[in-house]
């Protein structure tokens, strides 16, 4: 698969749309006072003016057509626009095209000479999942008349696209379960035959999800300590916290003066339980758990130890029915050096052992901002670190069994600060952890910059 770049358009509860119309119609991003243009000549390879070649102005985001003008006896046009925003400029001229994105701020813009390039078809597969295709996913250039569906094994072709690299727009029709994204292309590179190029498309951060304890967004103003944590999505009872952990903020991935919010929790005296989950997890037959935090150390110089972080387990008893732990380890499961460990069991009653758990390849790095998602998709577990997979198991359970135990926060001898616990009842894969590590890297996840 192609690299691709991912953005979230659409399906994110707490953001906003931002669309730049071009029609009357009320559009955020702002009017100019007056109508100004986007100008330019257009040529052809040599450098020659072409005349009496219509070129069009699109709107990216909403993706309808703002204006056209037909290039006069020198090659000039002029398109008027009048709403911010970016705009695909295109010509398409026998063999020929031209493309462009440019950014309207209010003022005119002059693009100089717009030079017609070579052509070539671009063809591509859409995947939903795995191994899932689907009709009727539009693709298409923002802003141009380049666009394509899906037929019903998920291929497109997009023909007379003018070469070079291009960013493809994938639309899927089901925007409450996925999610819109861009993928990068050199046109002219593809071989062009059915499955050369091809994208999966994540799914939306909202499908699936039944629990989110957003730590990170209780308020810029508020410090000091908290005691209780609402489940935003009101499946459980919402997470009680003992010892009175403190709110506050730490520095995100980039090490700039980006400050989000996080709960700190030091030692096993400050640790969060959710005493009644509502069997959330109950007869599912594939989850996943979202983290964002920081570890900054352990509290104990043991040569041997597991520190849970996230949890549904108890705590030792003989009746513990445990189905999980992302956890801290270090002299078990092969883990020499201190590394995230993900352990499952089914809630019958079976511990939470080495056998049954995924391990990170990698030493944790204490002071460091991590994404973690671990996913269970009822046969195999994996593990992932700011997007990328560090391991993955096969278990030999196919469901996860009624299980009365609650869900902890810490409750161990380690200080770290968390921002965000999502736990959902649909697998996720790659795609998906690359996609949510790219949406919070600089931002506070899911919710945008404090």
């Given at each position: 698969?192609n690299?691709?770049y991912?953005t979230?358009f659409a399906?994110?509860?707490?953001?906003?749309?931002?669309?730049?119309g071009?029609?009357d119609?009320?559009v955020?991003?702002?009017?100019?006072e007056?109508?100004?243009?986007?100008?330019?000549i257009?040529?052809?390879k040599?450098?020659?003016p072409?005349?009496?070649?219509?070129?069009?102005?699109?709107?990216?985001?909403?993706?309808?057509?703002?204006s056209?003008?037909?290039?006069?006896?020198?090659?000039?046009?002029?398109?008027?626009?009048?709403?911010?925003g970016?705009?695909?400029?295109?010509a398409?001229?026998?063999?020929?095209a031209?493309?462009?994105?440019?950014?309207?701020?209010?003022k005119?813009?002059?693009?100089n000479?717009?030079?017609?390039?070579?052509?070539?078809?671009?063809?591509?597969?859409?995947?939903?999942?795995?191994?899932?295709?689907s009709?009727?996913?539009v693709?298409?250039?923002p802003?141009?008349?380049?666009?394509a569906?899906?037929?019903s094994?998920g291929?497109y072709?997009?023909?007379?696209?003018?070469a070079g690299?291009?960013?493809?727009?994938v639309?899927?029709a089901?925007?409450t379960?996925?999610?819109?994204?861009?993928?990068?292309v050199?046109?002219g590179?593809l071989?062009?035959?059915?499955g050369?190029d091809?994208?999966?498309v994540?799914?939306?951060m909202e499908y699936?999800?039944?629990?989110?304890?957003?730590?990170?967004?209780?308020?810029?103003?508020?410090?000091?300590?908290?005691?209780?944590?609402e489940?935003?999505?009101?499946?459980?009872?919402?997470m009680?916290?003992?010892?009175?952990?403190?709110?506050?903020?730490?520095?995100?991935?980039?090490?700039?003066?980006?400050?989000?919010g996080?709960?700190?929790?030091?030692?096993?005296?400050?640790?969060?339980?959710?005493?009644?989950?509502?069997?959330?997890?109950?007869?599912?037959?594939?989850?996943?758990?979202?983290?964002?935090?920081?570890?900054?150390?352990?509290l104990?110089?043991?040569a041997?130890?597991?520190?849970?972080?996230?949890?549904?387990?108890?705590?030792?008893s003989?009746?513990d029915?445990?189905v999980?732990?992302l956890?801290?380890?270090?002299?078990?499961?092969s883990a020499?050096?201190?590394?995230?460990?993900?352990?499952?069991?089914d809630?019958?009653?079976d511990s939470l052992s080495?056998?049954?758990?995924?391990?990170s390849k990698?030493?944790?790095?204490?002071?460091?901002?991590?994404y973690l998602m671990?996913t269970w998709?009822?046969?195999?577990?994996?593990?992932?670190?700011?997007?990328?997979k560090?391991?993955?198991?096969?278990?030999?359970?196919e469901?996860?069994?009624p299980?009365?135990?609650?869900?902890?926060?810490?409750?161990?001898?380690?200080?770290?600060?968390?921002?965000?616990?999502?736990?959902s009842?649909?697998?996720l894969n790659?795609?998906?952890?690359?996609?949510?590590?790219?949406?919070?890297?600089?931002?506070t996840?899911?919710?945008?910059?404090?």
């Amino acid at each position: 698969m192609n690299k691709f770049y991912l953005t979230a358009f659409a399906g994110l509860l707490f953001a906003a749309l931002a669309w730049v119309g071009c029609s009357d119609n009320e559009v955020a991003g702002g009017v100019s006072e007056e109508t100004n243009t986007i100008a330019g000549i257009l040529v052809d390879k040599k450098g020659a003016p072409v005349v009496s070649a219509m070129v069009y102005c699109k709107s990216v985001e909403a993706d309808t057509v703002t204006s056209s003008d037909e290039t006069d006896s020198k090659g000039k046009f002029s398109l008027p626009v009048k709403r911010f925003g970016n705009y695909g400029i295109s010509a398409t001229v026998d063999s020929l095209a031209y493309y462009e994105v440019v950014e309207f701020l209010g003022k005119d813009v002059e693009l100089n000479t717009a030079t017609l390039k070579e052509t070539a078809d671009v063809s591509g597969r859409v995947m939903l999942r795995d191994d899932s295709t689907s009709a009727g996913i539009v693709v298409r250039i923002p802003g141009s008349s380049w666009t394509a569906t899906t037929d019903s094994l998920g291929f497109y072709k997009l023909e007379g696209v003018p070469a070079g690299k291009t960013t493809l727009q994938v639309v899927p029709a089901d925007l409450t379960r996925f999610v819109k994204v861009e993928h990068e292309v050199n046109v002219g590179a593809l071989a062009g035959a059915k499955g050369t190029d091809s994208v999966m498309v994540p799914l939306s951060m909202e499908y699936g999800l039944r629990s989110w304890w957003a730590f990170g967004a209780l308020g810029v103003d508020k410090k000091g300590p908290v005691d209780f944590v609402e489940d935003s999505r009101s499946w459980t009872a919402g997470m009680k916290l003992y010892g009175n952990p403190v709110y506050g903020g730490f520095v995100s991935y980039d090490e700039t003066s980006n400050v989000v919010g996080a709960v700190h929790f030091k030692g096993a005296s400050q640790f969060g339980v959710v005493e009644d989950d509502r069997s959330i997890l109950n007869d599912a037959p594939g989850f996943a758990v979202e983290v964002v935090l920081q570890v900054d150390k352990i509290l104990d110089t043991a040569a041997t130890y597991r520190k849970n972080m996230v949890g549904k387990l108890g705590f030792g008893s003989e009746d513990d029915q445990n189905v999980f732990s992302l956890a801290v380890v270090k002299g078990e499961c092969s883990a020499d050096k201190p590394s995230f460990a993900f352990f499952m069991a089914d809630g019958s009653g079976d511990s939470l052992s080495c056998k049954n758990a995924v391990v990170s390849k990698n030493s944790l790095e204490f002071g460091k901002r991590y994404y973690l998602m671990a996913t269970w998709n009822g046969k195999t577990v994996s593990l992932y670190e700011n997007g990328k997979k560090v391991g993955e198991t096969d278990v030999p359970f196919e469901k996860i069994l009624p299980s009365e135990e609650s869900i902890f926060v810490g409750k161990e001898s380690l200080e770290f600060s968390l921002e965000d616990l999502r736990i959902s009842v649909e697998p996720l894969n790659e795609v998906d952890a690359e996609f949510r590590n790219k949406s919070h890297e600089i931002e506070t996840p899911f919710l945008g910059t404090i």
